[in-house]
């Protein structure tokens, strides 16, 4: 039997949730397209990097993209077919700006590359497995698209304790996850068995908010026997879903402020990618599809779609009897935090949950916004505890060392504040406004302080260079003198040669400032580092006029 | 297909400012009514008057300043302002009275300041102390409880009463007049009579407070907790400063009986409840964190306490208010709310 949570989180709201829309049909797996456009830029992190060029023959699965740096992933070829192009075409960004895309036109064929499928996984080194995971593509499938196989890594600090497997859903329309796991339990939990064993997390905590009975149902009967999974129905609020907030409320922890829920023993995965890791591991297939919720009054027939990456959104559209000539919004993603898209023409990449054509009367333009009256609906709603008056107050002044004061990097723009705000203020524009300008000021500050490191080494420069030529001229001065014909007697002689070697070792002893020559276009950290010895070397010896006082006195 | 695009989120809940100053408004009714029924008609004179001003006003003023007149028109925050003015006004004062008041809380303490949201003081208190300072024989003289009064006027003799300063041949000014239950306490125990002697001879005190102010604060009262019900107000103001205020008085109420009133006859005296749940909770002005506004509330309470017992004005709802509004700020500012993920 699935338990209730036994804690809670602060604030959230009760949107209408217009779940049944998309869920009376069983999930649709669209047919093949003859184009894909691939986005290399899919996931948090870095691009992937292409491997093909324009015109190879790829299968589908091969890997057309090759994962640049830690925090990135492979991509595959969704299909069978060409290379058609590969350049600047139009993304899923608010931003409606181009990015760079693997074009490729299917064949027909949808012919599959060789797959490796590993059944034995629990013999194999967890790193390797990871690197499995890595290279199948897999990102967090929930929506954000962090690169799954960096929290498969349980890190060596601290022990796994909880894996929390995330089925909440919490945005309104999108039910992907819901019919992913009312049809396809027994995937999600062969996936939860993979990513327990290469975590070795203590026990399993599948999170479903209790507004889908059927999926709590489907998902307990595949767990039955596991004593260490466990299905715990939350009651519904957005946004539970967010990892903090599901933390909160089923353990009561908190993850601290810019950590991560690993430092408290958790990791988070979705359920949609532990089907994907399913998948890559005990298939061998790469992550080449995925299930959107296709939904609104701008769709004929709002359901669920198994998409393969990269189809173009006006395909799923049109799939769907869509869009109406009332369809005023595209939204990709839900209501809450999804972006509107300017035009069909983008592709869904691997975190696309959601498209949501919506009619005006579902989503409204938002009217003109009254002034703050201070009502504090937006604090009582807001799950991370901030102020969001206080914030859009600083935010409308640009005082950007106030708003941070008030910890607007706490923020997890989830949207409850404006959807609640009375005088209907778009606050959540205005911290991405803050955050943004924050970003700017920082890396002019970077900039600024390059340069004035720049500056204060060529400063540093010129003046040792006119601390040696001084010191070359006072040498050439000193020999002249010494060459001098004396008439002294030989202990006179012996005297000066003494007082000249102690002169020599005297300025050897004050000019710390002369270094040897070869320093010059040193980076800032060597430049620095010297300098830190210097001050070390500095310190560490006496004063020089005390030095010769206390010798003085030894006499 | 082209689409429009907008930032998240892109759903909204239809609350807005107006349908908050709506139920501030409909909160408001229970007590209009039990007011209407002890003290007469003059308050639905007065509100006319003030209604009409305030509008008059809001529009002139947002012309001046060039803003979104019928945005702001609608949002429903004049007509409140106006309702609790003329709620804290002897029902039978001159007409000029609520218009002079009006005005001052529109023009000077609302719009000079910046319009909805920006004004520190709340409008209709600022307006209330203007005037009794300004004209403190027309705000002191108050009507008597129907009840109470040898003789009653029609609404016609009302309206004239309040438009000319005339009544009937046949009734005399202090027929329908009566000091307050709280101005009468004063003065007399000033006077050094008991608390009981005071509640026993004059005719104005009921069995919990004054004859009628019982049954208004009680209809005050009901309106109130319908807004927290609402969620309108939260209860962190109204809470905290019922709490004190009773608190305070009881404590003084059982070391010296004679000197102060029960801790109940505060709670249902003046404007208690009306400044509890309307007043107070008047988000512009009053702190924004929860427990900013507990010290908030529960400060105010303290403050009609002390102001009622010692000070200069027999009631103390409306200086109470005004002097934690200049605190507003930096209240919020000391009591922020821990965030999520901090150290506790």
Known sequence: ?555 | MEFRTASSPHNHVRTSVTTVMVRVLLGLVPGMIAWVYFFGTGLIVHLALALTTAYLAELALLAIRRKAIGLFLSDGSAAVTACLLVLALPPMAPWWISVTGTLFAIVVAKQLYGGLGFNPFNPAMAGYAMLLVSFPREMTIWTAPLSLAPQTLSFVDTVKAIFVQTLPDNITVDAVTMATPLDILKTELALEKTVAAITQTSPLFGSMSGIGWEWINGAFLLGGLWLIYKRVVSWHVPGSMLVSLGLISLIAHLIAPEQYVSPLFHLLSGATMLGAFFIATDPVTAPTTPRGRIVFGASIGALVFVIRSYGGYPDAVAFAVLLMNMVTPTLDYYTQPRVYGHKR
């Not at chain 1, 539970?240 to 988070?268: D, F, R």
């Not at chain 1, 994907?276 to 701008?298: C, F, K």
């Not at chain 1, 406004?433 to 700017?440: H, L, P, V």
């Open chain 1, 1 to 555: 039997m699935s338990t209730r949570p036994l804690f809670s989180f602060f604030g959230g709201v009760h949107p209408p949730m217009h779940k049944d829309v998309s869920t009376g049909q069983p999930i649709d797996v669209m047919p093949l397209a003859e184009r894909y456009i691939l986005p290399l830029h899919q996931n948090i992190g870095q691009p992937a990097k292409p491997v093909v060029s324009v015109g190879e023959r790829v299968l589908k699965g091969q890997r057309i993209g090759h994962a640049e740096g830690y925090v990135s992933v492979a991509l595959h070829a969704p299909t069978s077919g060409t290379i058609a192009d590969i350049g600047a075409y139009p993304v899923p960004h608010p931003s409606g700006l181009s990015d760079n895309c693997i074009v490729m036109t299917a064949d027909g064929a949808d012919e599959w590359t060789e797959c490796v499928a590993l059944p034995d996984y629990e013999n194999i080194n967890p790193s390797h497995l990871r690197n499995i995971v890595r290279e199948a593509g897999i990102v967090g499938l929930g929506g954000a698209g962090f690169p799954s196989f960096i929290k498969l890594n349980p890190g060596t600090h601290k022990k796994i304790d909880t894996l929390i497997m995330n089925g909440i859903e919490c945005e309104p329309y999108i039910t992907c996850d819901d019919m992913l796991m009312r049809e396809r339990a027994a995937e999600i939990v062969a996936g939860i068995r993979i990513i327990r064993h290469a975590l070795q997390a203590n026990r399993v905590l599948i999170a479903i908010e209790d507004n889908k009975p059927q999926a709590i149902k489907s998902i307990e009967e595949a767990i039955r026997g596991e004593s260490a999974m466990e299905v715990v129905a939350c009651p519904t609020r957005y946004p539970q879903g967010s990892e903090k907030q599901l933390v909160e409320a089923l353990t009561g922890k908190e993850i601290p402020s810019e950590a991560l829920p690993l430092h408290v023993g958790i990791v988070v995965h979705n359920v949609g990618t532990a089907a994907a890791v399913y998948r890559a591991i005990m298939l061998g297939e790469p992550l080449t599809s995925r299930i959107i919720t296709v939904t609104g009054g701008g769709v004929a027939q709002p359901r669920n779609v198994e998409a393969r990456i990269g189809t173009v959104i006006e395909d799923i559209l049109a799939h769907c009897g869509g869009p109406t000539a009332e369809t005023r919004k595209l939204i990709m993603g839900g209501p809450m935090m999804g972006f509107a898209l300017h035009s069909d023409r983008a592709p869904v990449v691997k975190t696309t949950n959601c498209l949501l054509a919506a009619t005006a009367e579902e989503i409204p333009d938002r009217g003109p916004a009254l002034p703050c009256i201070r009502c504090g609906a937006c604090s009582d709603a807001c799950p991370a505890r901030l102020l969001p008056q206080q914030l859009f107050w600083y935010a409308q002044a640009k005082d950007l060392d106030k708003i941070q004061e008030y910890n607007l990097f706490d923020c997890i723009e989830c949207g409850c504040c404006a959807y609640v705000c009375p005088s209907n203020i778009p606050l959540v524009h205005y911290y991405r406004f803050a955050k943004t300008e924050i970003w700017a000021r920082e890396r002019e500050k970077e900039k600024a302080e390059l340069a004035r490191q720049r500056f204060d080494f060529r400063q540093t420069r010129l003046e040792r260079e006119k601390a040696e030529r001084a010191a070359r001229h006072k040498k050439k001065r000193d020999e002249l003198h010494s060459e001098e014909p004396s008439a002294a007697p030989a202990t006179e002689t012996k005297k000066a040669a003494i007082l000249a070697a102690m002169e020599r070792a005297k300025k050897k002893k004050d000019a710390p400032r002369i270094t040897p020559a070869n320093t010059e276009a040193l980076t800032p950290q060597q430049q620095q580092m010297i300098e830190e010895v210097e001050q070390r070397r500095r310190q560490s010896r006496p004063n020089p006029e005390q030095q010769s006082a206390a010798s003085n006195g030894d006499k």
